[in-house]
């Protein structure tokens, strides 16, 4: 059973709801972080309880009831708030965003069922250990990022998830798996349906990321159908995390004009717009537009830029054919991502292992 140390706070918090027989789990984020040795950012808990029930559990705590119609109630502890929310199911989805309705569950593997990749749905408790019924656990273990269930489905419900799947590959410096990475590139269409505060929020966290520079290589044209308005991406180094320089650095290439309107969109307020115009006005120029297909290239960038070829994956057992091109492009990616180092010995143990 792995091993995670829970807050004080939050172990009571699910001793309390199952002392008054109702099921509860961590989930989400902080399982995948725990798991990863990462400090989660908060402790999330799903119950079979209803929110009302929740509250009752607890007469001695505030709650906050703003996110209750979606089965969510804050709980204000001596350790902050925590959020605690009744297992759900999503009903319809409208407009490739929100599902049109939520009901609740009392069973958590269906509400694991709608998480949207396979780290993000496992669930913990102290002593009944993990459960992962999607396989997150080996998915961490391979540094994927895999959707729940058919990716193409999973994106056509919510286009955010296109741009949550980027997001977590610069967060976590996992790959996207093949699957779900092919779904989201042909489901690029539905991301301008997005509203602009939730396109703001994941690319910020995106931009902030220590794998930023790597993914905008990467998948640029996730990036680019968030940003229409921009021709091109220019390169962002992985320096100063801070929000406002690395709007002002992805936007170094526009003008003014076009600067703010795209914040303006993206409903930045306008006392942020003028810091990053600003910020955009200081930046030394850049070499003019060059594409970057060409930029990778030039560094080497490219499948004849690794230390390996096509004969060495075939020495290695792969048949001849179209495998072996798509051997060597994940293994591009991974040098690209810094995953991966550009080393014979490297490359062909990884090649064994995707074979
Ligand atoms: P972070 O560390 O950034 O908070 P997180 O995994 O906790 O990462 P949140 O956005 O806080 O991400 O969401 C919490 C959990 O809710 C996710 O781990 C995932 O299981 C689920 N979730 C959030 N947004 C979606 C979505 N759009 N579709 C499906 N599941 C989602
Ligand atoms: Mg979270």
């Known amino acids: 059973m792995p091993k995670i140390i829970l807050p004080g706070h939050i172990g009571k918090i699910l001793a309390r709801l199952e002392g008054r027989g109702f099921e509860a789990w961590c989930v989400g984020g902080c399982v995948r972080d725990a798991l990863l040795t990462r400090e989660p950012s908060d402790w999330d ?11 009752a559990c607890f007469p001695e705590l505030k709650a906050l009831e703003t996110g209750i119609v979606h089965g969510t109630v804050a709980l204000m502890t001596e350790g902050g708030p925590v959020e605690v929310t009744t297992y ?8 490739h965003r929100r ?20 780290v993000n749905a496992m669930a913990w408790h102290p002593a009944r250990g993990l459960l992962d019924p999607f396989g997150g ?25 296109i741009l949550r799947c980027a997001r977590f590959s610069a967060v976590l410096g996992f790959r996207i798996e093949e699957g779900t990475l092919s779904a989201a590139l042909s489901s690029l269409g539905l991301i301008g349906g997005l509203s602009g505060e939730r396109v703001r929020d994941e690319l910020t966290k995106l931009l902030c990321a220590p794998g930023a520079g790597g993914v905008l290589g990467l998948y640029p044209e996730i990036i680019l159908a968030a940003l229409p308005e921009l021709s091109h991406l220019p390169e962002v180094s992985e320096a100063p995390p801070s929000p406002l320089p690395r709007w002002a650095a992805l936007l170094r290439d526009c003008s003014d004009g076009a600067a703010r309107g795209l914040l303006t969109r993206l409903r930045f307020p306008s006392r942020e717009i003028s810091e990053i115009a600003r910020a955009v006005r200081q930046l030394p120029l ?13 560094a080497g960038m490219t499948v004849s830029g690794l230390k390996i070829s096509g004969r060495d994956l075939l020495g290695l057992g792969y048949s001849p054919g179209p495998g072996v091109g798509a051997a060597l492009e994940s293994l591009l990616r991974g040098v690209i991502s810094g995953e991966l180092i550009n080393e014979p010995g490297a490359l062909l143990e990884h090649a064994g292992k995707i074979m």
Do not use: N, Q
């Open 286 to 298: 850049a070499p003019k537009d060059e594409p970057l297909a060409k930029r990778l290239e030039r």
């Open 99 to 118: 599902p049109l309705d939520v009901s609740f569950s009392r069973d958590v593997r269906e509400d694991l069922a709608r998480r949207d990749f396979t």
């Open 137 to 161: 656990r080996e998915d961490l273990r391979a540094r994927l990022l895999r959707c729940v269930g058919d990716p193409s489905r999973r994106f056509d419900e919510d286009a955010l998830r």
């Open 45 to 55: 808990i799903a119950t079979a309880a209803l929110p009302r029930e929740t509250i």
């Open 88 to 95: 759900r199911v999503d009903g319809e989805y409208t407009g």
